[in-house]
């Protein structure tokens, strides 16, 4: 059976592209791309001309299985047009495809918007939450943010230039004291990398241009000793109207506030 190697690219500099990725680009007979035209920029900079196929969100059962077939004649790559295959971009489709066919999938690790813009935050963490692109909706977008609150890790989104001063201000509804990092044009030219709140973004990108990853303060970096008495007393209080007792209304009070268990204990107790 044949190989699926599925190839990280580099989302702004060509100099991030591995070793490995050249030669498994410069190798393989046939390279399935999100956009052809995008990806023949990188292999004329390269110098190889492997044949290109389309692979994107609308590509057809039909396309996929002619890809699929094609792989079974020999090995093939799949790359999107920038960073890592299947992340917020088109790959995972063939992969799965490739998967149930029989054949061999095999990653070539590389650039990735996402760990490249937590690696600058220097905040300590050992989880983070991505979100991907935000819904449009306002609505829908706050309530996808107010899910996230309680994430104790960086929590990260990715955002276009049109829409990153709604967004900001939707961030600054639900988070107005977190921190945030934003990069702007990752390794690209005009890189760019923000700190601070929500309300500082908005002022500082006037005029916004280029692709937005914005990571927000995960709730573990808040000191536990900031969350206030008065404000596990309301989330007590609060839980207790809608019916909720108990071993559960500790647990629930800690997961909505990060407070100790031991403290929300006390309290709750102290609440009879």
Request: charge should be negative; include cysteine.
């Amino acid at each position: 059976m044949s190989t699926l190697y599925v190839v990280a690219t580099p989302i702004g500099n060509l100099s991030d592209l591995t070793t490995r990725a050249v030669e498994i680009l410069s190798s393989v007979p046939t390279l399935a791309a999100e956009d052809t035209r995008v990806t023949r920029k990188l292999l004329n900079h390269l110098n190889v001309s492997p044949q290109l196929e389309s692979l994107h969100e609308h590509t057809s059962p039909e396309r996929l299985e002619s890809l699929v077939h094609k792989l079974e004649t020999g090995d093939m790559a799949v790359v999107s047009d920038a960073g890592t295959p299947g992340i917020s971009d088109p790959g995972s489709s063939l992969v799965a495809a490739a998967v149930e066919a029989g054949h061999s999938v095999i990653p070539l690790p590389g650039p990735s918007a996402i760990v490249t813009a937590l690696s600058i935050t220097g905040w300590s963490f050992d989880r983070f939450l991505f979100l991907g692109f935000l819904p449009r909706k306002k609505n829908e977008q706050i309530a996808t943010l107010e899910s996230a609150a309680t994430e104790p890790g960086p929590v990260i989104a990715y955002e276009s230039p049109h829409r990153i001063k709604a967004t900001l201000a939707n961030i600054q509804k639900t988070f107005p004291e977190r921190q945030l990092v934003i990069c702007r044009e990752l390794t690209k030219l005009y890189e760019e990398t923000f700190r601070g709140t929500a309300a500082q973004a908005i002022s500082h990108f006037k005029e916004p241009r280029g692709e937005f990853v914005i990571v927000i303060e995960g709730g573990g970096n808040t000191p536990k000793e900031e969350i206030s008495d008065e404000f596990i007393m309301k989330t007590l209080e609060k839980l207790e109207t809608e019916g909720i007792q108990g071993r559960t209304l500790v647990e629930q009070t800690v997961e909505l506030t990060g407070a100790a268990k031991k403290r929300v204990y006390r309290l709750s107790l102290s609440d009879k």
